[in-house]
């Protein structure tokens, strides 16, 4: 009996609500997206897996529905529903433990399902090596083992050099897992590209080698960046570019500042301070404060949080 993919339908469905209720409501949106200070420092580990679920703006939220959309149904098709879940979610939260990782020492925010469609995308891969894959729905097609090297260079080289506004890191992440969690969960694809499978093996072991060996090499202090169309702080006397070629969009209200940026709420608590005295402050200023400061000493010590978390 052919199966369904009713769970690729529910996943966009979700994802497209979530999104829809983030458009609308900034707040909904900062308690969710992906922070390392909160999910080190403040032990909110669900924003491993939540950002999967919340877009910047609608052109963010169908393209990578879409690409959800052709993937999706195919591998779910073959793996089953659970699966299915096991490869998108497990993309999601590894392409977000790899930012994690890489960002543990910055200011960073993100949001977007990238990864876990990255996940879903190199399953298929792994599945279909020669099958022919159109990016952006060109009308040529490019061998699928050929598009994934080609996107796991560009993706370490993008998050090594940072030179556009899209969470290399994340899609690299979400990529390698699924590719990996297909591999797992049926062995037997690995025959259909054995050349493929243990080059990408060979190149995720060379890559966490360098890392270990290079944890700060993405050095991103005093940037405000997120995974994926949001604008990083121009700094002065930095050219990029990519500014010559940079899509024209339109912005949503601050979207030139990071989401939910706690630094204006520790400005108008500086004015209260000001104003009105040190004891003014309620509870929740000082807390506010107290984590404010200690951040900012950390990151200039380049200190971890304070957390019991692996990393």
């Known amino acids: 009996m052919e199966r369904y993919a009713y769970c690729n339908w529910v996943v966009i469905a979700i994802t497209c609500w979530v999104s ?16 390392p200070e909160a999910i080190l420092a403040r032990k909110q580990y669900y924003r491993l897996i939540t950002p999967g679920f919340l877009h910047l703006d609608t052109f963010h939220l169908v393209m990578n529905m879409v690409s959800l959309y052709f993937f999706g149904p195919l591998i779910e098709t073959i793996f089953g529903p659970v699966q299915f879940l096991v490869i998108y979610l497990g993309a999601i939260v590894a392409g977000n433990l790899l930012a994690l990782w890489i960002h543990r ?6 949001l977007g399902a990238s990864g876990g469609v990255c996940g879903i995308i190199f399953a298929y891969i792994l599945y279909f090596p020669h099958s022919r894959i159109n990016p ?38 979400g990529a390698l897992a699924g590719m990996f969690a297909a591999a797992a969960l049926h062995p037997s694809a690995i025959y259909q590209s054995p050349w493929l ?8 072991a060379l890559l966490f080698i360098y890392m270990a060996r290079r944890p700060l090499f993405t050095p991103l202090e005093g940037f405000d960046f997120t995974k994926e169309t949001r604008r990083p702080i121009k700094l002065p006397g930095r050219f990029s570019p990519r500014r010559l070629f940079a899509r024209a969009r339109r912005s949503r209200p601050d979207s030139a500042e ?3 940026r706690p630094d204006r709420r520790v ?6 301070i000001s104003s009105e ?18 951040k900012y ?13 692996p990393f």
Do not use: C
């Open 136 to 173: 952006y729905l060109l009308p040529m097609g490019i061998p699928a083992a050929w598009y994934a090297v080609v996107f796991l260079l560009a993706s370490f080289y993008g998050m090594q050099r940072q030179l556009t506004n899209v969470g290399h890191d994340a899609h690299l992440g």
């Open 105 to 110: 020492h910055h200011d960073y925010r993100a």
């Open 258 to 260: 990071a989401v939910g």
């Open 297 to 309: 000493r950390r990151r200039a010590s380049q200190e971890k949080p304070k957390s019991i978390f």
């Open 197 to 204: 499978f243990a080059g990408v093996s060979l190149g995720t």
């Open 20 to 35: 829809y209720l983030g458009f609308r409501n900034r707040g909904f949106e900062t308690d969710y997206f992906f922070w």
């Open 267 to 272: 400005d108008a608590i500086l004015r209260k």
């Open 277 to 294: 005295g040190l004891h003014s402050l309620t509870a929740e200023e000082r807390k506010l404060m107290d984590e404010t400061s200690e």
